[in-house]
């Protein structure tokens, strides 16, 4: 007695299976780029040879620019959330607040630093006269970012601001005339 193997699940004979065809007179279109009557190899030929042509150099650049302009728009994106965030560490001197501060600051000035670094791969003999614009743009989304973390400090206090902040630096009066004669004092 030989056992036979098991059947294949369904799964399996509905994948080797070609699907049903599908009746001609369906309301429903076929969706844009699909072939029915093809087959898998037939698809992958087909698709070898309607291959597109390759973009032109301006067409090349003005993608680059479009990409430099997304970067050097995203730290204005984050503003709103570092805003936020901001906002729910509160006032006071503690080690969370003290890190996104920290970070308010470092962040912009590294980013600022490493300017040629982020825009090298959209730097092009067509593209360089016009990535200037981008990189001021991107300068000044940055100083934003700065902005925040400079106005965090001055809530949290730590600005000396006020006439008492620099009491230290003040001498002693010296009257020049006196309400109340010296002996009584």
């Known amino acids: 007695m030989?056992?036979?193997?098991?059947?294949?699940?369904?799964?399996?004979?509905?994948?080797?299976?070609?699907?049903?065809?599908?009746?001609?007179?369906s309301s429903i279109p076929d969706p844009p780029g699909y072939t029915a009557s093809l087959t898998r190899k037939e698809r992958a030929i087909s698709s070898k040879q309607s291959s597109r042509k390759a973009p032109t150099s301006e067409e090349m650049d003005t993608l680059k620019m479009k990409k430099a302009w997304e970067v050097a728009i995203a730290p204005v994106k984050q503003l709103p959330m570092n805003a936020i965030g901001m906002y729910m560490t509160g006032n006071t001197l503690q080690i969370f607040s003290i890190f996104m501060v920290f970070s308010l600051f470092k962040t912009p000035v590294m980013a600022v630093l490493s300017l040629q670094k982020t825009f090298a791969m959209f730097e092009t003999p067509g593209t360089s006269n016009r990535l200037i614009a981008v990189k001021l743009t991107y300068i000044l989304t940055n100083m934003l970012m700065l902005a925040l973390g400079i106005w965090k400090v001055n809530a949290m206090g730590l600005l000396p601001t006020t006439k008492s902040d620099w009491l230290a630096w003040e001498g002693e009066r010296t009257w020049s005339e006196r309400?109340?004669?010296?002996?009584?004092l």
């Open 179 to 184: 309400a109340v004669p010296r002996e009584w």
């Open 2 to 25: 030989s056992a036979q193997p098991p059947p294949p699940p369904q799964w399996v004979v509905d994948l080797n299976s070609p699907p049903p065809s599908k009746p001609k007179n």
